[in-house]
C-alpha cells in the first residue's frame, strides 16, 4: 500500500487567499442539513407538542448553532408580553398576575412607584387642612349638641325622682338625693331598710327611664363614626383621585390594570387610620402591598426572546419567592416574587441542556407540566416534594407560549423516548447533528469561513493556507475517515486556539502548518505518558512482543486504549494451542471472566467459519485454546476475531507466522474480513513498538480492506511507509491475510470438497481430519 493512501493531504492551493483575514466570516450551521430542516420545521409549526429535541455529540457545535438559530429566527416574530405580579388583596398569598403590552409594564410598575410616592403626602395634606377641620368639626357639633340635649334630658329625669347621675368604670349609676346631696354608699347603709327599699325601687324605675333614653346615645356614636368615616374617604378619595385617574388615562383599554387601580383606591380608602396614624405608631408601610412587581420586562427585547438556561434547576427555570427575616420569622410576598428562565422566555424560544437538567428531578416533572398544560406555575420545591413548608405564596398561573428545546445525547433522547411516555406527546421533533461531513471543495470554503469567524470572534490570528490545510488534515483525522470532516469543531477551535499560543510565543502575527502541527503535538504529549510507559516495557522486556522471525500460533493483536482524553494503541501477543478432543474453542479470556459479550461472540463466529470450512462432512474433533498473553484488565469488541483465527490456523497448519506483521480486523462466518475502529492509533501504537525495539524494514500492519479510507495517519508513520520502513497490508479476506502472514497460498476448495495440497486450507484440513480418526480410535 502507498503512502499516498494512507494519509490523504489537502494542497494548498484548495484556499484561494493569503489568510483568512480576507474570507468572510461563517454565518450558517454547516454540514448538518438534516438538523437544519428539522429545526426550520419544529420551530415554525405552530402546533401543540412539537418541540424539539436536538441530538448529538458534545463538541459538534449544537448548542451555539442553536443559539445562533433561535435567535435569528426570533428576531422575526413579535415581542411577548410584559408580566407583573400585584397584590391580591382578597388572598395576599395567590398574588395576581397582570399581561402587559411590551414596554408597558414598566411604565406601570414607575406610575404606581409614583403614585406611592404621592399618596402620604397628599393624604396628610387633605387631613391637615382647614376645610377638612371646618367639616369634621361641623359634624362633630352637630353631633355633640344632640348629645348633649339627650344628657340634659337624662339628668332632668334623674333629678326629678331625686337622683343623680354619677359617671362609673362601667358606664353611669343612679345615686340617691338627700336635701339636694348625694348620699355615700356608707350613708345609704345607714338609712332604715324600709327607706333603702323605696330608693332601690324608684332607681329601677329610673333606671328603666333613663335607659331608654340613652339608647338615642349609642345611635348618635355610631352615626358621628359613620359621617367621620365617610367624610374621611370623601376627602381621600378626593386627594388621590387626580392621580388614579390619571394611571386609568394612561393605561386605558386593559381592564386587568383598570380593576387593580380600583382594588388599590378601595383599600387606601379602608386603611386610612394606618396612613393618619403617627409615623412611630405604624408597624410596617401602608404603601408596601401597591407596589408593582415587573416579573418579565421585555421594553428592551427586540422581537421574541431566545433564552438558554445553562444550569436548569427547578427554580431558575419556574421562578421563586424570596423571603426575608422578620422578628425571627421568615415571610414573603408578592413582592419578593423571582421569575425563572422560563418566564423571560415566554413567548419566544427556551433552549435546555438535558444532561444538566436531569440533575434536578423536579426540573423535568415541571418543565412536562408547563408544556402539557400551557401555564407557568410558581411552587415551592419542598411542598412538590411532599415535604411540610410554612407558607408560602402560589402566584397565578401566567399562560406559556413558547417553544422548548432540549439539547442531550443520542443515548438520553434514547432513554427518553423509550421509558418517557410523556416526553414522546411533547417533543415530537428530532433535530439530529451528525459528526462528520463530506469533504467537499464546497465544505472546504465553508470550513476556512468557520475558522474565519472564529478568529475574528476570539481576537485569534488568521490562518494561512499552509494551516488550514494541516488543519483539514487533522479534520478527517479526528472524522476518522479520508473522504469527511469532522462537524466537532470545538476540538478544531482548540487546536487554533493553542497554536495561537505557539505563534505569540514566535513573535509570529499569522498561524502556519507549523503551528497547528506544533499544537496537535503537544496536545498528544500532555495526555500520552501512559502509552509511553506501556511502550517502554514492552521495549525492556517487560511484556513479551515478537517483533522479528516466525512462530507458530502466535500472532500480534492491536487494541486500543482511552485515558479519557487521548485514545492509542497496543499490541498484545495471541497465541492459540490445539490437540485432540470435543471441547470445540476455548476462550480463556472468557473462562477468566476477563472478556465481554463482543469478544465472545468473535470467537464463537471462529467456530462457526471453521465448521463451515473443514466440518462439512467429519466432525470438528478439536480442543484448542485462545489467549491474549499479559492482558489482565479485560477484553472487548471482535476486532481481533480474524487475529484469533489466523493463530488458530497457523497452530493447526504448523506453519509459522511471521511476527513482525501487526493484525486487526473482525471475520464474519464466510471468512471475510470486516472494518474495525480505531485503526489508525492501532497502526501508529503498533510503530511505535517497532522504533523502540527496531525497525528492520519487514514490519507493517495487516488492516480490512474496508478499513483503507480511514486512514488518516501520523506523518512520521507515512515517511516510514514512503521509504520503505513500515508497510500496510489491506485485506479482504481470511484467505489473503493468511497468504500476507505465511507466505504459503491459502488454496481455494475444489469440486470434491478438498484443498490443493501443500495450502494453508489443505494442511489445516488434513489436521483436522487426523485428529478426528484420533478420537474415534480412542474414544469411540
Same mark, same amino acid.
Not at 420545521?41 to 448529538?56: E, R, T, Y
Not at 466440518?615 to 485462545?626: C, K, N, Q, T
Not at 504459503?744 to 469440486?751: D, F, I, K, L
Given at each position: 500500500?502507498?503512502?499516498?493512501?494512507?494519509?490523504?493531504?489537502?494542497?494548498?492551493?484548495?484556499?484561494?487567499?493569503?489568510?483568512?483575514?480576507?474570507?468572510?466570516?461563517?454565518?450558517?450551521?454547516?454540514g448538518?442539513?438534516?438538523?437544519?430542516?428539522?429545526?426550520q420545521?419544529?420551530?415554525?409549526?405552530?402546533?401543540?407538542?412539537?418541540?424539539?429535541?436536538?441530538?448529538?455529540l458534545?463538541?459538534?457545535?449544537?448548542?451555539?448553532?442553536?443559539?445562533?438559530?433561535?435567535?435569528?429566527?426570533?428576531?422575526?416574530?413579535?415581542?411577548?408580553?410584559?408580566?407583573?405580579?400585584?397584590?391580591?388583596?382578597?388572598?395576599?398569598?395567590?398574588?395576581?398576575?397582570?399581561?402587559?403590552?411590551?414596554?408597558?409594564?414598566?411604565?406601570?410598575?414607575?406610575?404606581?412607584?409614583?403614585?406611592?410616592?404621592?399618596?402620604?403626602?397628599?393624604?396628610?395634606?387633605?387631613?391637615?387642612?382647614?376645610?377638612?377641620?371646618?367639616?369634621r368639626?361641623?359634624?362633630?357639633?352637630?353631633?355633640?349638641?344632640?348629645?348633649?340635649?339627650?344628657?340634659?334630658?337624662?339628668?332632668?329625669?334623674?333629678?326629678?325622682?331625686?337622683?343623680?347621675?354619677?359617671?362609673?368604670?362601667?358606664?353611669?349609676?343612679?345615686?340617691?338625693?338627700?336635701?339636694?346631696?348625694p348620699?355615700?354608699?356608707?350613708?345609704?347603709?345607714?338609712?332604715?331598710?324600709?327607706l333603702?327599699?323605696?330608693?332601690?325601687?324608684?332607681?329601677?324605675?329610673?333606671?328603666?327611664?333613663?335607659?331608654?333614653?340613652?339608647?338615642?346615645?349609642?345611635?348618635?356614636?355610631?352615626?358621628?363614626?359613620?359621617?367621620?368615616?365617610?367624610?374621611?374617604?370623601?376627602?381621600?378619595?378626593?386627594?388621590?383621585?387626580?392621580?388614579?385617574?390619571?394611571?386609568?388615562?394612561?393605561?386605558?383599554?386593559?381592564?386587568?390594570?383598570?380593576?387593580?387601580?380600583?382594588?388599590?383606591?378601595?383599600?387606601?380608602?379602608?386603611?386610612?387610620?394606618?396612613f393618619?396614624? +403617627?409615623?412611630?405608631?405604624?408597624p410596617?408601610?401602608?404603601?408596601?402591598?401597591?407596589?408593582?412587581?415587573?416579573?418579565?420586562?421585555?421594553?428592551?427585547?427586540?422581537? =421574541?426572546?431566545?433564552?438558554?438556561?445553562?444550569?436548569?434547576?427547578?427554580?431558575?427555570?419556574?421562578?421563586?419567592?424570596?423571603?426575608e427575616? *422578620?422578628?425571627?420569622?421568615?415571610i414573603?410576598?408578592?413582592?419578593?416574587?423571582?421569575?425563572?428562565?422560563?418566564?423571560?422566555?415566554?413567548?419566544?424560544?427556551?433552549?435546555?441542556?438535558?444532561?444538566?437538567?436531569?440533575?434536578?428531578?423536579?426540573?423535568?416533572?415541571?418543565?412536562?407540566?408547563?408544556?402539557?398544560?400551557?401555564?407557568?406555575?410558581?411552587?415551592?420545591?419542598?411542598?412538590?416534594?411532599?415535604?411540610?413548608?410554612?407558607?408560602?405564596?402560589? +402566584?397565578?398561573?401566567?399562560?406559556?407560549?413558547?417553544?422548548?428545546?432540549?439539547?442531550?445525547?443520542?443515548?438520553?433522547?434514547?432513554?427518553?423516548?423509550?421509558?418517557?411516555?410523556?416526553?414522546? #406527546?411533547?417533543?415530537?421533533?428530532?433535530? #439530529?447533528?451528525?459528526?462528520?461531513?463530506?469533504?467537499?471543495?464546497?465544505?472546504?470554503?465553508?470550513?476556512?469561513?468557520?475558522?474565519?469567524?472564529?478568529?475574528?470572534?476570539?481576537?485569534?490570528?488568521?490562518?494561512?493556507?499552509?494551516a488550514?490545510?494541516?488543519?483539514?488534515?487533522?479534520?478527517?483525522?479526528?472524522?476518522?475517515?479520508?473522504?469527511?470532516?469532522?462537524?466537532?469543531?470545538?476540538?478544531?477551535?482548540?487546536?487554533?486556539?493553542?497554536?495561537?499560543?505557539?505563534?505569540?510565543?514566535?513573535?509570529?502575527?499569522?498561524?502556519?502548518?507549523v503551528?497547528?502541527?506544533?499544537?496537535?503535538?503537544?496536545?498528544v504529549?500532555?495526555?500520552?505518558?501512559?502509552?509511553?510507559?506501556?511502550?517502554?516495557?514492552?521495549?525492556?522486556?517487560?511484556?513479551?512482543?515478537?517483533?522479528?522471525?516466525?512462530?507458530?500460533?502466535?500472532?500480534?493483536?492491536? =487494541?486500543?486504549?482511552?485515558?479519557?482524553?487521548?485514545?492509542?494503541?497496543?499490541?498484545? *501477543?495471541?497465541?492459540?494451542?490445539?490437540?485432540?478432543?470435543?471441547?470445540?474453542?476455548i476462550?480463556?479470556?472468557?473462562? =477468566?471472566?476477563?472478556?465481554?459479550t463482543?469478544?465472545?461472540?468473535?470467537?464463537?463466529?471462529?467456530?462457526?467459519?471453521?465448521?463451515?470450512?473443514?466440518?462439512?462432512? &467429519?466432525?470438528?474433533?478439536?480442543?484448542?485454546?485462545?489467549?491474549?498473553?499479559?492482558?489482565?484488565?479485560?477484553?472487548?469488541?471482535d476486532?481481533?476475531?480474524?487475529? #484469533?483465527?489466523?493463530?488458530?490456523?497457523?497452530?493447526?497448519?504448523?506453519? +509459522?507466522?511471521?511476527?513482525?506483521?501487526?493484525?486487526?480486523?473482525?471475520?464474519?462466518?464466510?471468512?471475510?474480513?470486516?472494518?474495525?475502529g480505531? &485503526?489508525?492509533?492501532?497502526?501508529?501504537?503498533?510503530?511505535? &513498538?517497532?522504533?523502540?525495539?527496531?525497525?528492520?524494514?519487514?514490519?507493517?500492519?495487516?488492516?480490512?480492506?474496508?478499513?483503507?479510507?480511514?486512514?488518516?495517519?501520523?506523518?512520521?508513520?507515512v515517511?516510514?511507509?514512503?521509504?520503505?520502513?513500515?508497510?500496510?497490508? +489491506?485485506?479482504?479476506?481470511?484467505?489473503?491475510?493468511?497468504?500476507?502472514?505465511?507466505g504459503?497460498?491459502?488454496?481455494?476448495?475444489?469440486?470434491d470438497?478438498?484443498?490443493?495440497?501443500?495450502?494453508?486450507?489443505?494442511?489445516?484440513?488434513?489436521?483436522?481430519?487426523?485428529?478426528?480418526?484420533?478420537?474415534?480410535?480412542?474414544?469411540?
Open positions: 500500500m502507498s503512502a499516498e493512501q494512507a494519509r490523504r493531504t489537502c494542497p494548498e492551493i484548495a484556499f484561494d487567499c493569503k489568510t483568512t483575514a480576507e474570507l468572510t466570516p461563517l454565518e450558517q450551521i454547516i448538518q442539513d438534516r438538523a437544519v430542516r428539522a429545526l420545521f419544529g420551530l415554525n409549526i405552530d402546533k401543540k407538542g412539537f418541540n424539539v429535541f436536538v441530538s448529538g458534545p463538541g459538534t457545535g449544537r448548542k451555539t448553532a442553536i443559539i445562533d438559530f433561535v435567535r435569528e429566527l426570533a428576531a422575526k416574530r413579535p415581542t411577548p408580553s410584559d408580566w407583573c405580579y400585584v397584590n391580591n388583596f382578597k388572598d395576599s398569598s395567590r398574588p395576581n398576575a397582570i399581561r402587559m403590552p411590551p414596554g408597558k409594564g414598566m411604565d406601570l410598575k414607575k406610575a404606581m412607584e409614583e403614585f406611592v410616592g404621592h399618596v402620604p403626602v397628599a393624604l396628610r395634606e387633605a387631613f391637615e387642612s382647614e376645610d377638612y377641620s371646618k367639616r368639626d361641623a359634624v362633630l357639633q352637630a353631633v355633640n349638641r344632640e348629645r348633649n340635649d339627650i344628657i340634659t334630658s337624662i339628668n332632668r329625669i334623674a333629678k326629678d325622682a331625686s337622683f343623680a347621675i354619677q359617671q362609673t368604670a362601667a358606664g353611669f349609676a343612679l345615686v340617691p338625693l338627700v336635701e339636694g346631696k348620699l355615700t354608699d356608707q350613708e345609704f347603709l345607714e338609712l332604715p331598710e324600709a333603702q327599699q323605696q330608693i332601690n325601687k324608684a332607681r329601677e324605675a329610673v333606671n328603666e327611664r333613663i335607659g331608654d333614653a340613652f339608647r338615642p346615645l349609642r345611635d348618635i356614636a355610631k352615626r358621628a363614626d359613620k359621617e367621620i368615616a365617610d367624610l374621611n374617604k370623601e376627602v381621600a378619595r378626593f386627594a388621590i383621585s387626580p392621580y388614579l385617574d390619571e394611571m386609568r388615562e394612561q393605561f386605558e383599554g386593559i381592564d386587568e390594570v383598570d380593576t387593580y387601580i380600583d382594588e388599590v383606591e378601595n383599600d387606601i380608602l379602608e386603611s386610612l387610620p394606618l393618619l396614624a +403617627p409615623p412611630k405608631d405604624i410596617i408601610d401602608p404603601t408596601r402591598n401597591y407596589h408593582v412587581n415587573l416579573v418579565v420586562d421585555n421594553s428592551q427585547t427586540k422581537g =421574541a426572546p431566545a433564552e438558554i438556561e445553562l444550569n436548569p434547576t427547578y427554580i431558575r427555570l419556574f421562578g421563586y419567592a424570596e423571603r427575616s *422578620r422578628m425571627g420569622a421568615l414573603t410576598d408578592y413582592t419578593m416574587i423571582r421569575a425563572g428562565t422560563a418566564h423571560k422566555a415566554n413567548g419566544g424560544f427556551l433552549v435546555i441542556p438535558a444532561e444538566q437538567m436531569f440533575r434536578d428531578p423536579l426540573a423535568w416533572e415541571g418543565l412536562k407540566q408547563m408544556i402539557s398544560s400551557g401555564k407557568l406555575e410558581m411552587e415551592d420545591p419542598a411542598a412538590r416534594m411532599g415535604y411540610m413548608v410554612t407558607k408560602t405564596l402560589r +402566584p397565578e398561573p401566567i399562560p406559556f407560549d413558547g417553544k422548548v428545546i432540549i439539547l442531550g445525547s443520542p443515548q438520553v433522547y434514547q432513554i427518553l423516548h423509550g421509558l418517557d411516555p410523556d416526553f414522546r #406527546e411533547l417533543f415530537k421533533v428530532k433535530a #439530529e447533528f451528525d459528526t462528520t461531513m463530506e469533504r467537499t471543495e464546497e465544505n472546504l470554503g465553508l470550513f476556512a469561513s468557520f475558522v474565519c469567524g472564529l478568529c475574528r470572534r476570539e481576537g485569534l490570528f488568521d490562518l494561512d493556507p499552509s488550514l490545510s494541516a488543519l483539514v488534515e487533522h479534520s478527517s483525522r479526528i472524522a476518522g475517515d479520508q473522504n469527511k470532516l469532522t462537524t466537532q469543531f470545538a476540538q478544531v477551535a482548540d487546536v487554533i486556539r493553542e497554536a495561537n499560543h505557539y505563534a505569540a510565543m514566535d513573535g509570529s502575527n499569522v498561524l502556519d502548518g503551528h497547528i502541527r506544533r499544537a496537535i503535538e503537544e496536545k504529549y500532555r495526555s500520552n505518558m501512559i502509552q509511553e510507559k506501556m511502550v517502554e516495557m514492552i521495549g525492556d522486556g517487560t511484556v513479551l512482543i515478537d517483533v522479528a522471525g516466525r512462530k507458530k500460533g502466535q500472532v500480534n493483536g492491536l =487494541a486500543v486504549l482511552s485515558t479519557g482524553d487521548y485514545a492509542f494503541g497496543r499490541p498484545s *501477543r495471541i497465541t492459540a494451542t490445539v490437540g485432540v478432543g470435543r471441547e470445540g474453542i476462550d480463556i479470556e472468557r473462562q =477468566a471472566q476477563l472478556s465481554g463482543s469478544h465472545t461472540k468473535g470467537v464463537l463466529i471462529i467456530s462457526g467459519l471453521l465448521n463451515a470450512r473443514y466440518a462439512v462432512d &467429519v466432525p470438528l474433533s478439536l480442543s484448542a485454546r485462545l489467549v491474549f498473553e499479559q492482558s489482565y484488565s479485560g477484553v472487548d469488541g476486532s481481533a476475531s480474524s487475529t #484469533e483465527l489466523y493463530a488458530l490456523l497457523s497452530a493447526l497448519s504448523e506453519v +509459522p507466522i511471521k511476527q513482525y506483521i501487526a493484525v486487526t480486523g473482525s471475520v464474519n462466518q464466510w471468512g471475510e474480513v470486516q472494518a474495525i480505531g &485503526v489508525n492509533e492501532k497502526i501508529e501504537g503498533y510503530f511505535e &513498538v517497532c522504533k523502540i525495539i527496531g525497525i528492520t524494514g519487514e514490519q507493517g500492519v495487516m488492516i480490512p480492506q474496508s478499513n483503507v479510507r480511514n486512514l488518516m495517519l501520523k506523518e512520521e508513520v515517511e516510514a511507509i514512503r521509504e520503505g520502513w513500515f508497510h500496510i497490508w +489491506p485485506v479482504a479476506t481470511i484467505d489473503e491475510g493468511i497468504e500476507v502472514l505465511t504459503v497460498e491459502a488454496g481455494t476448495r475444489n469440486s470438497g478438498h484443498y490443493p495440497e501443500g495450502t494453508i486450507n489443505h494442511l489445516v484440513q488434513e489436521r483436522l481430519l487426523r485428529m478426528a480418526e484420533a478420537i474415534k480410535e480412542y474414544h469411540p
